[in-house]
């Protein structure tokens, strides 16, 4: 049974800094390309960044270029999410997601989806 497991979520305030990591389990992880998307009540999921299976690969959102990395590790089977410089409008639920193909932006290219981590950013 596949599992992806995020965590480092947290209450921070604008300006500081979050690190998610995504465990996963019950796949063949370095198989996977994976990303991270965000959504808040009411909103449709929104993407975030992904990376591929080897993990030379990425890709952002405008929202977040220059404030985000993500990054990976095949020998942990976690994919991480450093948040940089957050800002209010970055509170969301962050999932993580499993794709087995290319790195994606739209989400029903993931076949795989974690439970989520709440992020929250004070002004």
């Known amino acids: 049974q596949v599992q992806l497991v995020e965590s480092g979520g947290g209450l921070v305030q604008a300006g500081g800094s979050l690190r998610l990591s995504c465990a996963a389990s019950g796949l063949t992880f370095s198989s996977y390309a994976m990303g991270w998307f965000r959504q808040t009540p009411g909103k449709e999921r929104e993407f975030v960044a992904a990376?591929?299976?080897?993990?030379?690969?990425?890709d952002y959102a405008d929202s977040v270029k220059g404030r985000f990395a993500i990054s990976r590790d095949n020998a942990k089977n976690t994919v991480y999410l450093q948040m940089n410089s957050l800002k209010p409008e970055d509170t969301a639920v962050y999932y993580c997601?499993?794709?087995?193909?290319?790195?994606?932006?739209?989400?029903?290219?993931?076949?795989?989806w974690g439970q989520g981590t709440q992020v929250t950013v004070s002004s």
């Open positions: 990376i591929s299976r080897g993990g030379f690969s990425t």
């Open positions: 997601a499993a794709n087995l193909d290319l790195p994606a932006v739209a989400a029903d290219h993931y076949d795989h």
